[in-house]
């Protein structure tokens, strides 16, 4: 059975940092581009970061460039997401999504795009 499991999120303060992590179990993380989405109270889920399946290839969100990285671990079969940095809009919850694709170099950062989804972990930024 094909499952996401995301883990580290918690209670931060401003301008602090965490590292959520996302591992995968029941398929290889080689053949998927991999999201990461986050989803505040009373807002649509938006994409966060991307990965292509060949490290080199990411995509962030406008409020997050700077202060976000991405990055994937094939031998591990897990995503990360650093953050950096942190303000209280960035409370939400957050999902890692992956999809399987035939392109090496590209992601997507549409819900649409993603096939499989993580059941979330919720990251607060509050002082």
Do not use: H
Request: glycine share 10%.
């Amino acid at each position: 059975q094909l499952q996401l499991v995301e883990s580290g999120g918690g209670l931060v303060q401003p301008g602090g940092s965490l590292r959520l992590s996302c591992a995968a179990s029941g398929f290889a993380l080689d053949r998927y581009a991999l999201g990461w989405f986050r989803q505040a109270p009373g807002k649509e889920r938006e994409g966060v970061s991307c990965i292509s399946r060949r490290v080199g290839s990411t995509n962030f969100l406008d409020s997050v460039k700077g202060r976000f990285t991405i990055s994937r671990d094939n031998a591990k079969n897990t995503v990360y997401l650093q953050m950096n940095s942190l303000k209280p809009e960035d409370t939400a919850v957050y999902y890692c999504a992956a999809t399987v694709t035939t392109i090496f170099t590209m992601c997507m950062n549409r819900t649409t795009d993603y096939d499989y989804w993580g059941q979330g972990t919720q990251v607060t930024v509050s002082s």
